[in-house]
T-cell receptor, first 118, second 114 residues
Framework: GAVVSQHPSWVICKSGTSVKIECRSLDFQATTMFWYRQFPKQSLMLMATSNEGSKATYEQGVEKDKFLINHASLTLSTLTVTSAHPEDSSFYIC??????????????FGNGTRLTVT | AQSVTQLDSHVSVSEGTPVLLRCNYSSSYSPSLFWYVQHPNKGLQLLLKYTSAATLVKGINGFEAEFKKSETSFHLTKPSAHMSDAAEYFCVVSDRGSARQLTFGSGTQLTVLP
C-alpha cells in the first residue's frame, strides 16, 4: 500500500531556532500534500496544502512566514517552523492523497513529528 | 458547507464486547466518508471509506460502518473488541461537490478493558 514517510519522528529545539520536517511519498507521486497540526487530545487542524512546483495554500490564521512549506518534487514536501517558540510545540502530521479520485480518494498519513520547543 | 460530529469523546468497552463509535455529518452534496484510527504518537491509518457504492462498508481489523443518508450517520462498529483496538478514532467527511479538503471530527478515544 501507499506509504508516507515523515522525518524526524520527534525533535527538541531551543526557542528561536528553526526546524525542518520532511514528508515523503515512498511508492507514489504526490502533487499535493497536506500539513496538519494536532494539539493534545484534539483533532487535526489543516495548516496548509502543499502543491508541487507552486506556492502552498495556507488556511486562515496560519502564518505563512512562520511555517514555510516547500514542495520541490513529486515525492517530497518540507515544513520549516521558523524562529520556533514554545507555543509552536505540537504534533505535526503530513498526508498525501493516492489516486485520481479527488476528494473520494483517501489520504495516507505520515507517522507525525512531535516538536518540543524549550 | 460540511461538518462532522462525533457524539462521544470517550468510549469504554470490555474486551470481547461490541464497539459502537457514533458519527453524524452534514454536507451540501453527496459526501465521501472515512474512518481513521490513530495510535499514540502515530499518524492516522485508514480503516474504511464510503464513496457512494454499498452503504455497508467493511474495513480492516473487523471494523465496518453503515452509511445512513436519512439519519446523516456513519457509525463505526465492531462485533468484538480487542485490546489492540484501544486508540483514537476519527470520522472524516469530504464534500465531493466542492474543492474543500477533508473535515475531521473531534475524535473518539476508545478504551478496551480486560
Amino acid at each position: 500500500g501507499a506509504v508516507v514517510s515523515q522525518h524526524p519522528s520527534w525533535v527538541i529545539c531551543k526557542s528561536g531556532t528553526s526546524v525542518k520536517i520532511e514528508c515523503r511519498s515512498l511508492d507514489f507521486q504526490a502533487t499535493t500534500m497536506f500539513w496538519y497540526r494536532q494539539f493534545p487530545k484534539q483533532s487535526l487542524m489543516l495548516m496548509a496544502t502543499s502543491n508541487e512546483g507552486s506556492k502552498a495554500t495556507y488556511e486562515q490564521g496560519v502564518e505563512k512566514d512562520k511555517f514555510l512549506i516547500n514542495h520541490a518534487s513529486l515525492t517530497l514536501s518540507t515544513l520549516t517552523v521558523t524562529s520556533a517558540h514554545p507555543e509552536d510545540s505540537s504534533f505535526y502530521i503530513c498526508s498525501a492523497r493516492v489516486g485520481t479520485g479527488g476528494n473520494n480518494s483517501p489520504l495516507h498519513f505520515g507517522n507525525g513529528t512531535r516538536l518540543t520547543v524549550t | 458547507a460540511q461538518s462532522v460530529t462525533q457524539l462521544d469523546s470517550h468510549v469504554s468497552v470490555s474486551e470481547g464486547t461490541p464497539v459502537l463509535l457514533r458519527c453524524n455529518y452534514s454536507s451540501s452534496y453527496s459526501p465521501s466518508l472515512f474512518w481513521y484510527v490513530q495510535h499514540p504518537n502515530k499518524g492516522l491509518q485508514l480503516l474504511l471509506k464510503y464513496t457512494s457504492a454499498a452503504t455497508l462498508v467493511k474495513g480492516i481489523n473487523g471494523f465496518e460502518a453503515e452509511f445512513k443518508k436519512s439519519e446523516t450517520s456513519f457509525h463505526l462498529t465492531k462485533p468484538s473488541a480487542h485490546m489492540s483496538d484501544a486508540a483514537e478514532y476519527f470520522c472524516v467527511v469530504s464534500d465531493r461537490g466542492s474543492a474543500r479538503q477533508l473535515t475531521f471530527g473531534s475524535g473518539t478515544q476508545l478504551t478496551v478493558l480486560p
